[in-house]
């Protein structure tokens, strides 16, 4: 059974930092291309970034700088470092597979204030 648990969001203040974990079972990890999303009240889920089994990264340009995803395949795991966080960066925060996708998990909320 294909199951993604988020975790690492919370409450910061405009220019903090926080950082998302993903942790994934019943797939074959190494092989998937992994990506974190985004989804602001009101708005549809957006790509942030995506990392390719051998660790090649892309990002949205609104991140662009900002954030660093990466993967540790032993223990499929996915992470995303968020810093100088924005107001804008409000969402709750998901992981899956770039397409495709597995079952959708409950998201990680990050609040950022300003």
């Known amino acids: 059974q294909v199951q993604l648990v988020e975790s690492g969001g919370g409450l910061v203040q405009a220019g903090g930092s926080l950082r998302l974990s993903c942790v994934a079972s019943?797939?074959?990890?190494?092989?998937?291309?992994m990506a974190w999303y985004r989804q602001a009240p009101g708005k549809e889920r957006e790509l942030v970034a995506s990392?390719?089994?051998?660790?090649?990264?892309s990002y949205a340009d609104s991140v662009k700088g900002r954030f660093t995803i990466s993967r540790d395949n032993a223990k499929k795991m996915v992470y995303l470092q968020m810093n100088s966080l924005k107001p804008e960066d409000t969402a709750v925060y998901y992981c899956?597979?770039?397409?495709?996708?597995?079952?959708w998990g409950q998201g990680t909320q990050v609040s950022v204030s300003s």
């Open positions: 019943g797939i074959f990890f190494s092989v998937n291309t």
């Open positions: 899956n597979r770039e397409s495709a996708f597995y079952p």
């Open positions: 990392i390719t089994g051998r660790g090649a990264t």
